[in-house]
């Protein structure tokens, strides 16, 4: 299991042991998954993307009309003092945010006046897993869930109603697999559990398309501005599980894992059952994006 390595989490401007964080009984995260999340990576205690992923927590708070109580300059203090807290300075973290609504004990359903509550903020700080490199270089292999897989309604936006993702990867392990390939009513392939789903077919890179039922995430972004840049021709479009079958090449996305060849689905090779070229390289030019960003995102390990 991976705990912090010296288990130290950030809750509302506190800095406190990981096993002793504490929330109230009635916050709404807990009662009702009323809250946002985020989840980046750091790499040797540097955020990629810091500044995008608090844009659309802000956003995603916004939504549900939560306010969020830090501005970028302190959530960036925090960070760096969880990354020296924890001994994370020299390796790579799983960094996530999460907002939820707080709490009033004597209105257990607040529906009015939200304003007053105070928000819960925490911060927690993980090595990422030592297997992704292995992943990262082999390949997962992932399966395809029954139609009716799909986040749920708001689908769009990072809450913390978890539950439909946490199945989802609960079946995938159960199935031997690193992932889940969430499905639409409508029959139609969506994401994966905890990242963003892409093909290679016939030379193509595509992503399911339908902002309104998937996080479009911010590796998905990335890969496809990468894609475009090495001159791999890019679509986004409805995909169904047949295409997975045809596909020459498969790959998830995510911000922690970065980027996943997928080269079995339900217990069938994806193309040749390797990772495929254009996976290869988008691997590289993703980490070449990582290198040259990070001296942006603060100063070099003291
Ligand atoms: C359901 C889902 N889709 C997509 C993603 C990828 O998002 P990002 O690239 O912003 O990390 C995630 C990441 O956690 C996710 O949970």
Redesign the pocket.
């Known amino acids: 299991m991976q705990v912090c390595r010296n288990g130290i989490v950030y809750l509302n401007g506190e800095y406190v042991a990981a096993a002793a964080a504490r929330v109230s009984a009635f916050d709404g995260g807990f009662m009702y998954g009323d809250g946002v999340y985020t989840?980046l990576r750091l790499y040797r205690g540097r955020a990629l993307d810091l500044a995008a992923h608090l844009e659309r927590l802000r956003r995603h708070a916004a939504a549900l009309s939560l306010p969020v109580p830090l501005d970028d300059v302190a959530f960036a203090a925090a960070i760096d003092r969880l990354v020296t807290l924890n001994d994370l300075r020299q390796g790579d973290g799983r960094l996530r945010i999460t907002i939820s609504r707080g709490g009033d004990p004597d209105d257990p359903l607040p529906l009015h006046d939200l304003l007053r509550l105070v928000p819960t903020v925490l911060m927690t700080l993980h090595p990422v897993p030592v297997e992704l490199a292995a992943w990262a270089a082999e390949g997962i292999a992932a399966c395809v869930l029954a139609p009716g897989s799909a986040?749920g309604g708001l689908a769009h936006l990072?809450t913390l109603n978890g539950l439909p993702?946490v199945l989802a990867q609960r079946e995938a392990a159960a199935r031997g697999c690193r992932e889940a390939i969430l499905v639409g009513d409508d029959g139609r392939l969506l994401?994966?559990?905890?990242?963003?789903l892409f093909l290679v077919i016939g030379g193509v890179l595509v992503t399911p398309t339908g902002e309104d039922y998937?996080?479009a995430?911010?590796?998905?972004e990335r890969i496809l501005s990468l894609a475009a840049g090495l001159g791999v021709p890019c679509a986004d479009r409805r995909l169904d599980p047949s295409d997975l079958h045809a596909a020459d090449e498969a790959f998830t996305?995510?911000?922690?894992r970065e980027v996943l060849p997928v080269t079995r689905v339900d217990g069938r090779p994806v193309g040749d059952g390797a990772p495929g070229p254009v996976t290869r390289r988008l691997q590289a030019a993703y980490r070449d994006l990582v290198e040259k960003a990070l001296p942006a995102a603060g100063p070099p390990a003291a």
């Not at 995430?217 to 998905?220: A, F, I, L, N």
């Not at 996305?253 to 922690?256: D, E, F, L, Q």
């Open positions: 989840t986040r990072k993702a994401e994966g559990a905890i990242s963003n998937l996080l995430g911010r590796t998905r996305a995510s911000s922690v």
